[in-house]
């Protein structure tokens, strides 16, 4: 299994950018996908979550800017980031946790990591 975002970049502040992650292999489900993000020297935070059914969780600092969503049919979640800020800037990771079987345990994958670049 393996998880690969795409849709990062350079982008001017106040602009907008959609990233996508698209989870492939092997997979018979997956529950929550998300997004979180790093930036050097800090911890990996919590950006927003969704799951299954589509519950979506924010973190506070993006509420309102930015949306996840995903296409279960596609096994493949976004976040449409609008009025981007410098502080936004970081690497975004994906996150699912899924079965690769039925009935089999369930997994937390990570994709590679894509920059967000937010220029003032």
């Known amino acids: 299994v393996q998880l690969v975002e795409s849709g990062g970049g350079l982008v001017q502040a106040g602009g907008s950018l959609r990233l996508s992650c698209l989870a492939s292999g092997t997979i018979f489900s997956i529950n929550t996908m998300g997004w979180y993000r790093q930036t050097p020297g800090k911890a990996r935070e919590l950006v927003a979550t969704?799951?299954?059914?589509?519950?979506?969780n924010y973190a506070d600092s993006v509420k309102g800017r930015f949306t996840i969503s995903r296409d279960n049919a596609k096994n493949t979640g976004y976040l449409q980031m609008n009025s981007l800020t410098p502080e936004d800037t970081a690497v975004y990771y994906c996150?699912?946790?899924?079965?690769?079987?039925?009935?089999?345990?369930?997994?937390?994958?990570w994709g590679q990591g894509t920059q967000v670049t937010v220029s003032s």
């Open positions: 996150n699912a946790n899924l079965r690769v079987v039925f009935g089999g345990t369930e997994y937390e994958y």
């Open positions: 969704i799951t299954a059914a589509g519950t979506t």
